[in-house]
């Protein structure tokens, strides 16, 4: 039997003699042959008094320590929501910074294909950092239509597509990992 099965013992037993002590005192104070209560009554009285406070003060430590973990998590949520953008922010930077360099290449130079290029090579640097984070284009061109992924905005006459078809995609649908992020406008054949 180790230690803390031995307390839980011991604190059992005391228990029950504290009970049957206060029973006898019950008992004699009600058939009025009660004078005081004895000392050994009067030191388990006491002795549960001190027990009762002793499991007073751990409540209130116990609830204080709950208190502190409360606000300690409502802060780190709060931080969490300030910040939760910090590190794709970081992964755009440079993003902007090749824009602001394309930007300031074509004020000097009048080479459009350059500048396309270089555009070319910005988007792409941006579509891979969507990428990392879970950002996906919708494949919506001849698939059949589902209201959960995409926005019809118009039938048209279709003669190589069945009835329900995508035939074209008029706004991209976006995914983040699973989670419809915008549904894709579409025109469907009928």
Known sequence: MN????????????????????????????????????????????????????????LLRTQADFDNFRRRTQKEKEETAKYGSLKVIEQLLPVVDNFERALSASKDNKDYDALAKGIDMIFRQLDQVLA???????????????????????????????EGIVVE???????????VLRAAMVKVSS
């Open 3 to 58: 230690t803390e099965e031995k307390k839980q013992e011991e604190q059992a037993g005391q228990h029950e003699q504290v009970e049957s002590a206060t029973y006898e005192a019950f008992e004699q104070a009600e058939t009025g042959t009660a004078d005081a209560p004895s000392d050994a009554v009067q030191a388990q009285i006491d002795e549960a008094k001190k027990q009762a406070e002793e499991h007073y003060q751990r």
């Open 132 to 162: 990392a984070e879970g950002l996906r284009p919708m494949e919506a061109v001849g698939t059949p239509f589902n209201p959960e992924y995409h926005q019809a905005i118009m039938q048209v006459e279709s003669e190589e597509h069945e």
């Open 169 to 179: 995609e008029i706004q991209k649908g976006y995914l983040l990992k699973d989670k």
